[in-house]
């Protein structure tokens, strides 16, 4: 960051991303963040502009909680997708993210196939997917359920929990 120090700007974390606008985490607070035009301009795609996680370089308004983005600073992580409709484009979620929870109800919903695919994304975004089965209390055998799961999670610890009866919660705290 200490190029963007010696300009003069802040560092910030983006928290929250809004249609054009971000709220960012800064020393002190949080700002409502807007995108300088050249930052827009020279990306390449969507995927290099700012997303919930990034370290951003920011010059704040003077007595307002407002400011705008001058650079984003390298991704240590990317948990990103294919865009919607788009042959190639990448949409990323989130980034420099330590850890992804996959998270997936105990009922008719399960899905091997789909936890597999979000599995892959977890793996390829460089953070540590771990899976958390809910409603535990609601299966009739949540251990082989976890047991069945664990076929397709080759070393992601998969964890059962009941937000009604606790069951799970502190192996997953």
């Known amino acids: 960051f200490e190029p963007y120090l010696a300009d003069g700007l802040i560092a910030g974390r983006v928290a929250v991303q809004h249609r054009g606008a971000y709220d960012v985490l800064v020393e002190g607070g ?4 807007d995108v300088t ?11 290099e502009l700012p997303v919930v996680g990034d370290w951003v370089a920011i010059a704040a308004r003077a007595g307002e909680s407002s400011g705008t983005v001058q650079a984003v600073l390298p ?3 990317r948990f990103s997708r294919k865009t919607a409709w788009q042959a190639a484009e990448e949409q990323v979620l989130a980034a420099n993210v330590d850890v992804v929870f ?3 109800s105990l009922n008719e919903d399960l899905n091997l196939r789909r936890l597999e695919r979000y599995l892959t ?3 390829e975004s460089g953070a540590q997917p771990v899976i958390v089965l809910t409603k535990s209390d609601l299966h009739p055998a949540p251990e082989a359920a976890v047991a069945e799961v664990g076929t397709i999670a080759y070393g992601v610890p998969v964890h059962a929990v009941s937000n009604r009866t ?8």
């Open 30 to 33: 949080e700002l409502r963040c």
């Open 37 to 47: 035009g050249r930052l827009v301009h020279e990306a390449a795609s969507a995927a």
């Open 75 to 77: 991704r240590r992580t």
């Open 102 to 104: 996959l998270v997936t």
């Open 121 to 123: 994304l977890g793996w």
């Open 166 to 173: 606790g069951a799970g919660l502190d192996e997953v705290r």
